[in-house]
């Protein structure tokens, strides 16, 4: 694993707008395109089971989704582009990952906790008409994450608690088990354009303000005589600040042409001539893709193709991962009981330090037992050679050092010290 993973999923419950193109869409293609990073990118029809009882339209939104992203530029032979539910390794860790989530993180999720109040409110039942789903979301999408080990997750501000408990569920079975996870990131996308919508508020589907990524031509050009304006009369000139049609016109257009709508509206342009100026630069951009999403459409059974292709490059990877975590946890071939012994021995595995440096530039070390077990973490060093010299007395004075280093170690309440001085025992003699 020597490139970064970046992986991000879409929930497939509607029809792409302008607004997803613009805050995710355009983008993500344009991330993906680069050389020194692994992209994965899928169809979270798991998630939107959680708020969609409609089959059809689970169905319908997610061929829409997958046809405009390859519209918009996505590779599928550059980067992994798949559907949740055609991985069934990701349900399996789904509930392993279940079995080390404490019940009172997931109380604390923001989805949940929003249902939950807003119930109270109404004085319901703190849990009516909550599904269970709800609750378990953040497991889901942990399992998403970890599944392919991924570095960082691009999502908006409203999902970094989201990553916050998959970076806590990866560090509690890493724990437990051995270090099977990469514990991933949030990547904020924070410059990331919000459009305003035909009333000027935030595009989105529920203020009924939105236009359809590939409305087709002459329903594009309705929906943008439809933005609201203002009542200034042509020839009089107009503001750009606060003005909706030049903000969404700016999201499409090249500097030199959003200079030149501003000149234009100080000079007076009509509104109905700035609403053409904006449809034709917005379908400039949109027309090829149109006709390739339109192409996509027709053809359901090519989409299935490329989805179906996506997620056995993406088994590839989950299928042997989900085979280690099965017996990391114990469900096990019962034969293989007397036989790992044996391997163990001969396999000459040792235990081993491992030093990282961490976001808050600090220095540390841990000690993992043969089998991946952490079993002692430092504190933050403020060099590497300081961590380097209470590795060096660990190594050659074992167990002796421990009291020493008693400030310098994270209290270890899971691990017998007779399993730490074992395993430093274990590294004295091998060398
Ligand atoms: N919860 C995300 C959303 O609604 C979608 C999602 C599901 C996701 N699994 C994920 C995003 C994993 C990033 C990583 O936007």
Known sequence: MSSKRFLTGITPSGTPH???????????VQASLRTDVESFYFLADYHALIKIDEPSRIQRSTLEIAASWLAAGLDPEHVTFYRQSDIPEIPELTWLLTCVTSKGLLNRAHAYKAAVDQNT??????????????????VLMAADILMFNAHQVPVGRDQVQHIEMARDIAQRFNHLYGEHFTVPEAAIEDSVATLPGLDGRKMSKSYDNHIPLFAPREDLRKLIAGILTDSRAPGEPKETEGSALFQIYQAFASAEETFALRQAYAA????ADAKQVLFERIDRELAPMREHYTALMADPGKMEEILLAGAKKARKLSTPFTADLRRVVGLRDLRTQVSSKAAKTSKTAKP???????????????????????????TGFDSPKDAGQAIGLLRTQGGAALPGLIDKLQP???????DIIASLQLMIDAD
């Open 268 to 271: 007076g342009i009509a509104w």
């Open 412 to 418: 270890h309440n899971d691990v017998d010290s007779k």
């Open 352 to 378: 081993l330090f491992k030093q990282y440096r961490e976001s808050d530039s600090k220095f540390y070390f841990k000690l993992l037992d043969v089998d991946g077990r952490l079993l002692l973490q430092s």
């Open 121 to 138: 409110a109404a004085q319901q039942e703190p849990d009516a008409d909550v599904n269970a789903g709800l609750f378990m979301y953040p």
């Open 18 to 28: 302008l607004g997803n193109y613009v805050g995710a869409i355009r983008p993500s």
